[in-house]
């Protein structure tokens, strides 16, 4: 990959659609550090890839009040809504990237600074000639292993059972994580559920959720 490619793609990502104090400023050859995310630190961070309408991360920011989320979003529209709900709601603990997290991820953050990251239902790419661009794949777990903690843990979400089977074996050849009970549950208690995921019940699908833990 050229450096005027890269230059390029660092000034997409850098764009944003409009202004807010809610928005993480980024910059290329500056990795972000837990001082340079809030004014003020906060016991754990937290990281959600792909946030979507933001209904998940506000409800997780509301009660956790000592937890700074992380939001990576590339949509202006549910950008928006999430910044007028915040807003509304008088959250703080909530920092968004408008930035596409399939580029460089390991390129915005320092190694080990958050405990907790999720993804949730990322599009599976049914047919195999894309399935390379799934974001579930080996080299995404080595990013996960670089931005989580020792004993961070990370969550994963999917309706389509062949992206959850290929994530399991995913996870079974890698020796870096640890599940906790099961490889997978069909169940995720006490957790907010999003727009999304409540069409995908409603519709009656299988959801699938795998959480590990760094070792």
């Not at 979507?52 to 809504?81: C, F, Q």
């Not at 709601?89 to 909530?94: D, L, P």
């Amino acid at each position: 990959m050229t450096s005027d490619f890269r230059e390029k793609q660092w000034k997409i990502a850098t764009r944003l659609p409009f202004t807010s104090e809610y928005f993480l400023k980024i910059k290329s050859g500056s990795k972000l550090k837990k001082s340079d995310l809030f004014p003020k630190e906060f016991g754990t961070y937290y990281l959600e890839l792909g946030s979507g309408w933001g209904e998940v991360a506000v409800a997780l920011a509301k009660a956790n009040p000592n937890t700074g989320y992380i939001l990576m979003e590339k949509k202006a529209d549910r950008i928006r809504k999430t910044f007028r709900d915040l807003s509304q709601q008088g959250i703080e603990n909530v920092r968004l990237l408008s930035v596409n997290f399939n580029w460089f991820l390991e390129e915005i953050f320092e190694e080990g600074i958050f405990d907790e990251i999720l993804l949730n239902f990322p599009d599976p790419w049914p047919k195999r000639r894309h399935h390379k661009h799934r974001t579930l794949n080996p080299r995404f777990l080595d990013t996960v292993h670089f931005l989580l903690r020792q004993g961070g843990k990370f969550h994963f979400a999917t309706d389509y059972g062949p992206y959850a089977r290929r994530g399991i074996r995913f996870f079974r050849d890698d020796s870096r994580f640890k599940q906790e009970d099961h490889e997978f549950s069909l169940t995720r208690e006490g957790f907010p559920i999003s727009y999304f995921e409540e069409e995908k019940r409603e519709a009656g699908s299988r959801i699938y959720y795998l959480d590990r833990t760094k070792i």
